[in-house]
């Protein structure tokens, strides 16, 4: 009997963990991006674009409830291809639309969110602050005696992604393209030599994000890899990952800023994705 009670308690005990630890993985779910079916493709050729919303590279499809697309571009060499009026959305998901790439050359699909709203406990909102290298929120808390706060949060994504249709090469990857968090790469993806690293210039509100921490994930085989740096003064960074030849990348990194006399939340985050393929 009692070692039945026992098993009991034990199998209780462990589901409640397990409830924890995925309470725990959906709160820092946090990376967001675009990724299309395959980023190399033949003119006149459809793709497919899941947004994709998760952690280590790892996601799912993203949506649903109040978030929502504000503006899905595709970028070429000749045109700005407005495609927000053509993102399904309703409660149960986000879906963009199947893309026909007519024209040669590498192109870029750009996608905007608006704002949702999160709170969290004290302690869940210092470990998320810890995990994403934002030592300017952390330290505002502590100096204003906010840490036993919850933090109450505005949330906005930008994505990008590099496809590259056809044999024919340009620069329009290293173009700044408006977005409210702007990643640059200082070369086209495709273009990298064997062994050449990867620049890219972190912008917030067309300004240089300096000290800022920056990701490189690289995915392949279902196995994830990631690489850490530091944004300089110009809010470049370089990253030695994409040496390591084929699998999807994702360069990422988010912005957290103070929000003044706002009724429902303190912070503003805002969170930017570029990803790409590697033949």
Same mark, same amino acid.
């Given at each position: 009997?009692?070692?039945? !009670?026992?098993?009991? @308690?034990?199998?209780?005990?462990?589901?409640?963990?397990? *409830? /924890?630890?995925? %309470?725990?993985?959906?709160? #820092?779910?946090?990376?967001?991006?675009?990724?299309?079916?395959?980023?190399?493709?033949?003119?006149?050729?459809?793709?497919?674009?899941?947004?994709?919303?998760?952690?280590?590279?790892?996601?799912?499809?993203?949506?649903?409830?109040?978030?929502?697309?504000?503006?899905?571009?595709?970028?070429?060499?000749?045109?700005?291809?407005?495609?927000?009026?053509?993102?399904?959305?309703?409660?149960?998901? !986000?879906?963009?639309? @199947?893309?026909?790439?007519?024209?040669?050359?590498?192109? *870029? /699909?750009?996608? %905007?969110?608006?704002?949702? #709203?999160?709170?969290?406990?004290?302690?869940?909102?210092?470990?998320?602050?810890?995990?994403?290298?934002?030592?300017?929120?952390?330290?505002?808390?502590?100096?204003?005696?906010?840490?036993?706060?919850?933090?109450?949060?505005?949330?906005?994504?930008?994505?990008?992604?590099?496809?590259?249709?056809?044999?024919?090469?340009?620069?329009?990857?290293?173009?700044?393209?408006?977005?409210?968090?702007?990643?640059?790469?200082?070369?086209?993806?495709?273009?990298?030599?064997?062994?050449?690293? /990867?620049?890219?210039?972190?912008?917030?509100?067309?300004?240089?994000?300096?000290?800022?921490?920056?990701?490189?994930?690289?995915?392949?085989?279902?196995?994830?890899?990631?690489?850490?740096?530091?944004?300089?003064?110009?809010?470049?960074?370089?990253?030695?990952?994409?040496?390591?030849?084929?699998?999807?990348?994702?360069?990422?990194?988010?912005?957290?800023?103070?929000?003044?006399?706002?009724?429902?939340?303190?912070?503003?985050?805002?969170?930017?994705?570029?990803?790409?393929?590697?033949?």
């Amino acid at each position: 009997m009692k070692q039945a !009670v026992k098993s009991n @308690v034990f199998r209780y005990l462990s589901l409640a963990l397990g *409830l /924890l630890l995925v %309470a725990i993985t959906a709160v #820092f779910s946090h990376e967001f991006w675009l990724l299309p079916e395959q980023f190399f493709l033949s003119v006149d050729q459809n793709v497919k674009v899941s947004v994709e919303v998760g952690e280590d590279f790892t996601g799912e499809r993203w949506g649903g409830g109040t978030r929502r697309v504000t503006a899905l571009k595709l970028h070429t060499q000749t045109t700005i291809k407005d495609l927000t009026s053509t993102v399904q959305q309703d409660d149960s998901g !986000v879906i963009a639309p @199947v893309l026909k790439l007519e024209e040669t050359g590498t192109q *870029l /699909l750009t996608l %905007a969110t608006n704002n949702s #709203f999160i709170e969290l406990e004290p302690e869940k909102f210092l470990a998320y602050l810890t995990e994403d290298g934002l030592g300017n929120a952390i330290a505002y808390r502590q100096k204003h005696n906010e840490t036993t706060k919850k933090g109450r949060e505005l949330y906005r994504r930008c994505a990008k992604t590099v496809l590259q249709v056809g044999a024919s090469y340009n620069d329009l990857p290293t173009k700044n393209t408006g977005m409210t968090l702007e990643i640059i790469p200082a070369k086209n993806p495709y273009q990298l030599v064997k062994n050449q690293p /990867l620049t890219c210039q972190f912008l917030y509100e067309q300004k240089p994000l300096k000290n800022y921490l920056v990701r490189c994930w690289r995915r392949i085989n279902g196995k994830t890899e990631v690489e850490f740096k530091k944004t300089n003064v110009q809010g470049n960074a370089t990253f030695e990952l994409v040496n390591k030849g084929e699998g999807n990348y994702m360069v990422s990194t988010v912005q957290m800023v103070r929000l003044a006399n706002d009724p429902k939340a303190d912070w503003q985050s805002t969170w930017g994705s570029l990803t790409f393929g590697r033949q």
